[in-house]
C-alpha cells in the first residue's frame, strides 16, 4: 500500500466526524518536519483526492489536524477548492430550478445522492463531493420530462433513436453510450440475447453552460415491487426532506436511500473512497432502528451479500464495529466475500493507475472474483459470463451476418477483444 491512501482516507473520515484507527496516527503516516518518518508523494496525494471526489474532505482534515503540505501543493488544493466552491454554487441553483419547474408540472420527483445525500448524511451540502445530479421522477415514462428539461437549457445527451420535441420515444435498440444506432432489423439477434435491448437505465440531460450533467430515472430499484415493498410508489410515500437555502427538496427516506447507496456502491465496486466513506458513516449511524430497517430491506431485496462485502471493506479501513442488526444477517456470507472485498481494495488503492484495470488478467479476475460471487442465481451468472462474449456493435458492422448466423457473435467477442488490444499496440510503436 502506497503511504498516500492510507492518509487520505485517515483525513477524509476527520472531515467526515468518522472514526479512525489509533494506531496510525498522523505523525506516523507523515511529518512536517524536515525528516519526514514516510515519504510522501503530494502530487499521486492530490491526485487521489480528485479520482475519489474527497477534494472537500481532504482540505477539510488537513485544517482540522493542522496538518500542512507543501507550499505549491496546498496553493494547488485551495485552486480546487476554489473551482469546486463555484462549481457546487451553479449546481445548487440548478437543483432548485429543476425541482421548481416539475412542482409546476406537478411531477413528484426526488433527488438521490449527490447534494441530498451530503445534507442527509453530514447535515452539509458540501463535504460530500458530486458531478452530477440524480432525480427521481414519479412518472410513467420519463423521457417525458425531455420538453421540461428543454424549457431550462438542456439537452438529451447521448441522443435517443427517433425521439421527437416532445421527448416521446419508439423504444427501440440503443446502442452503447457514444456508438452510433444501427438498424434494429440488421441485429435484432445481437440486440435481443448479447446485449440487453433497452433504453438506458437513466436519461442525461446536459446543459452548454453547465459543468454538471443531470439523470433522470423512473426507477430506484430494479428488485423492487409492491410486494418486496420497494416500489415506486412505495419509496416515494416514505420520502423525506433536505432544506438548502429555506428551499426544501425531497429525497429517500434515510433507510431506503442507505440502502440504494449500499447497492450502488456494490455496482461499482466500490471503486471511490466517497462512497465507502458514506457507507462507514451509515453503519456509524447511532440510530438502531435505521438498521433494524435497513436490515429488513436488505432481505427482502436478498442483498445480504452487498452488505457483507461492504462491512468488510470498512472494517478494513475505519474502526467501525457492525450494527447489531446485521450481524445474523451477514454471518453465512462473510468467508464467501473476503475475496470480492480483496479486489475491491486493490482497484480503489490503484484508482490512479487506469492500466492496472485494463489489463485482460485483471478483468478475467474481476469478473470470476469479484462479479460472480455477488451473483444472485443462475439467470444473473450467465449474464455476467456472457460478458466475455459481448461485442460492440460497431464491430458487428463490420462482418455482417445474416439473421440465422447472428448468433456467430457470441463467439466473436474474445477476437475483437484481442484484435484491439493488438491494434493498440502496434499504434504505441
Not at 136 to 154: E, F, H, R, S, T
Not at 395 to 417: N, V, W
Amino acid at each position: 500500500m502506497n503511504n498516500e491512501f492510507p492518509l487520505l482516507v485517515k483525513l477524509c473520515a476527520i472531515a467526515r466526524g468518522l472514526p479512525v484507527f489509533s494506531d496510525a496516527s498522523l505523525q506516523n503516516l507523515y511529518s512536517t518536519t524536515a525528516s519526514p518518518r514516510l515519504t510522501l508523494d503530494e502530487n499521486r496525494l492530490l491526485r487521489q483526492a480528485l479520482q475519489h471526489k474527497t477534494v472537500s474532505s481532504l482540505y477539510a482534515g488537513l485544517s482540522i489536524t493542522e496538518t500542512l503540505l507543501s507550499q505549491p501543493s496546498m496553493k494547488k488544493l485551495k485552486r480546487l477548492m476554489s473551482i469546486e466552491k463555484a462549481s457546487r454554487s451553479f449546481l445548487m441553483q440548478e437543483w432548485r430550478s429543476i425541482d421548481e419547474a416539475c412542482q409546476r408540472h406537478g411531477i413528484p420527483v426526488m433527488t438521490i445522492k449527490g447534494p441530498a445525500a451530503s445534507l442527509q448524511l453530514y447535515g452539509d451540502s458540501i463535504i460530500r463531493e458530486y458531478t452530477d445530479l440524480d432525480m427521481i421522477v414519479n412518472m410513467q415514462d420519463k423521457c417525458g420530462m425531455a420538453p421540461i428539461m428543454k424549457d431550462l437549457g438542456y439537452a438529451i445527451k447521448p441522443p435517443l433513436p427517433d425521439m421527437d420535441q416532445n421527448g416521446e420515444s419508439d423504444h427501440s435498440p440503443l446502442p452503447a453510450s457514444g456508438e452510433q444506432p444501427l438498424k434494429p432489423h440488421r441485429l435484432w439477434i445481437y440486440y435481443r440475447f448479447i446485449r440487453e435491448p433497452i433504453l438506458p437505465f437513466h436519461i442525461t440531460f446536459s446543459k452548454q453552460t453547465s459543468p454538471f450533467r443531470v439523470e433522470i430515472n423512473n426507477r430506484v430499484f430494479r428488485e423492487g415491487s409492491s410486494e418486496n415493498g420497494m416500489s415506486l410508489k412505495q419509496v416515494f410515500a416514505r420520502s423525506e426532506t433536505v432544506v438548502q437555502d429555506g428551499y426544501a427538496f425531497a429525497t429517500l427516506g434515510l433507510a431506503d436511500h442507505a440502502v440504494f447507496m449500499l447497492q450502488h456502491g456494490a455496482k461499482h465496486s466500490w471503486c471511490l473512497l466517497h462512497w465507502i466513506l458514506d457507507a462507514a458513516a451509515i453503519l456509524h449511524h447511532n440510530d438502531p432502528e435505521l438498521h433494524r430497517e435497513m436490515a429488513l430491506k436488505i432481505q427482502s431485496l436478498q442483498w445480504e451479500r452487498q452488505l457483507a462485502l461492504i462491512v468488510i471493506i470498512v472494517q478494513k479501513l475505519f474502526p467501525i464495529a457492525v450494527p447489531e442488526p446485521f450481524e445474523n444477517l451477514i454471518a453465512p456470507y462473510l468467508q464467501s466475500m473476503t475475496t470480492p472485498a480483496r479486489i475491491a481494495l486493490n482497484q480503489l488503492q490503484q484508482a490512479d493507475d487506469s492500466r492496472s484495470l485494463s489489463k485482460v488478467t485483471n478483468i478475467m479476475r474481476f469478473i470470476f472474483g469479484y462479479q460472480l460471487p455477488l451473483a444472485q442465481g443462475c439467470k444473473e451468472k450467465i449474464k455476467i459470463l456472457l460478458q466475455l462474449c459481448m461485442i460492440k456493435p460497431a464491430d458487428a458492422e463490420t462482418i455482417p451476418l445474416p439473421l440465422f448466423l447472428q448468433p456467430l457473435y457470441l463467439l466473436l467477442g474474445p477476437f475483437f477483444i484481442f484484435s484491439h488490444r493488438i491494434k493498440r499496440l502496434l499504434a504505441r510503436r
